[in-house]
Structures are given as C-alpha cells and as structure tokens.
C-alpha cells in the first residue's frame, strides 16, 4: 500500500498487515470461544472478512513487488 492510497482511504484501510493480521487473530479467537449473541458473532465474523481482505491486499502487493524485483533482476526490466 502506498502512501497516498492510506492518506486517501478509510481508516481500516490505513491498518498495517501485522495490525490487521493480529486483530483478525482476536477476532477468531473470540468467535472460537463462542459465548456470544448471533448478532454479535455476525458482527465479528464481518469484522474478520473484512479484515481478511486487508491482509490479502498486502500479500498480493508483496508478491507484486517480489516479482517485479526478480523480472527487474532477471531481464533487466526496472523494477
């Protein structure tokens, strides 16, 4: 994620993956846990999905960056 798109975008969109990620684990770990309303357990689990989104943003974006790096390194292509 670029600078500009976390000054452009909603907030959980400014989230870091390591935020995210370790949100998403509480998230899980309460809906394991159970003891909750069904409304409630609906709000997590959108919460998570939500979260889950994030993070695969910033993997897809790691992979990105990992294969323009070795296209850079092997063809001569900038980076």
Not at 68 to 79: K, L, N, Q, S
Request: net charge negative; aromatic share 4%; hydrophobic share 35%.
């Amino acid at each position: 994620m670029t600078d500009e798109q976390k000054r452009t975008t909603a907030p959980d969109e400014r989230l870091s993956y390591e935020q995210a990620r370790a949100e998403l684990a509480s998230v899980v770990e309460r809906l394991e846990t159970g003891g909750t309303s069904l409304e409630e357990s609906l709000a997590l689990w959108e919460r998570g999905e939500r979260l889950a989104e994030i993070c695969q943003r910033w993997l897809d974006g790691a992979r990105d960056r990992i294969d323009a790096a070795r296209r850079a390194r092997e063809g001569g292509t900038p980076a």
